[in-house]
């Protein structure tokens, strides 16, 4: 019988290679985001007060979905919104409903809006709930859920993928976007919390930092926000390294590090060199 996945933010960028890599190492993926229709209507992801932005952005959950199916592996499609509760509770019931558990859950979705990149003093004050409830809340909320199935049958692991900028306190540059900071912060550190709590009941937990990658989204304004888009990572690598570390036994020994996607990507040979040649 083959495991079973979760992924939140799927639709796209790192959130979509994560679960096509993980189709192709045998899967089957639960791929979970708001876009659950080409069709719908992109939501605004602006990461400042400045400018309203909602230009469209390619995938779509069910794209991810059939992609998967491609690969001869099964999906299921959730609609969820990481900034709402109620929206993720919902979407792990029909998880439970519809598989009755998972193998693996990968944390990956994230608030994008305005104030993520603003000063403290730009950065509306009720937005600030918004990151911490998609990078912190919902994760808790997701483990609630999922946990015990995997408590049951003694295995389980989760992934948060997460950022440098979620534990160097003391970052460098004018602007670090405290939004994006805090957002971070609060999912890091729910890894060590299940290690913690569960790691002599077969639960494995890591915390992986992709590193900057150009995805669709980071696209749209990677040179406004001064980062140099030949240096950045491909989403595959991401999902590669994933994969490696959710499968290969040697992985368990790096649980209590910030595992650098991109990095061990390149270590192991998991996908080809991208880096600009000199």
């Known amino acids: 019988m083959a495991r079973k996945a979760l992924v939140t933010g799927g639709s796209r960028g790192i959130g979509k290679a994560i679960a096509l890599a993980l189709a192709d190492a045998g899967f ?3 791929v979970a985001a708001r876009t659950l229709r080409a069709s719908d209507p992109t939501s605004e992801h602006s990461q400042t007060i400045h400018k309203v932005d909602t230009r469209p952005l390619p995938g779509s959950v069910e794209e991810t979905c059939a992609l998967i199916e491609e690969r001869g592996q099964k999906s299921l499609a959730i609609k969820m919104d990481l900034t709402d509760l109620a929206s993720v509770v919902a979407g792990c019931d029909q998880l439970l409903a519809a598989w009755g558990g998972v193998d693996l859950v ?8 305005p104030g993520l990149m603003d000063s403290i003093l730009d950065t509306p004050i009720e937005q600030y709930p918004l990151f911490l409830m998609a990078h912190g809340v919902a994760p ?19 992934v948060t993928i997460s950022s440098g900028a979620g534990y160097e306190f003391y970052p460098e540059g004018a602007n ?7 957002g971070k912060a609060s999912g890091h550190t729910l890894v060590g919390s299940i290690q913690a709590e569960h790691r002599d009941h077969g639960i494995k937990a890591f915390n992986v930092n992709p590193g900057f ?20 990572g491909p989403p595959g690598a991401v999902g590669a390294a994933v994969v490696w570390l959710v499968t290969a036994p040697e992985a368990v020994e ?8 991109q990095p ?13 040649q000199a």
């Open 28 to 30: 089957d993926v639960a």
């Open 106 to 113: 990968v944390n990956n979705g994230r608030h994008i809006g």
């Open 140 to 158: 808790i909320r997701i483990a609630q859920k999922l946990l015990p199935p995997m408590l049951a049958k003694g295995e389980g692991t989760f």
């Open 176 to 182: 670090p976007g405290l939004g994006y900071r805090i």
């Open 213 to 232: 990658v150009l995805t669709e989204r980071n696209s749209l304004d990677v040179e406004e926000f001064g980062f140099d888009p030949a240096w950045a």
């Open 254 to 261: 790096m649980q209590r590090q910030n595992i650098d996607a």
């Open 264 to 276: 061990l990507a390149l270590e192991k040979n998991l996908f080809p060199d991208w880096r600009p």
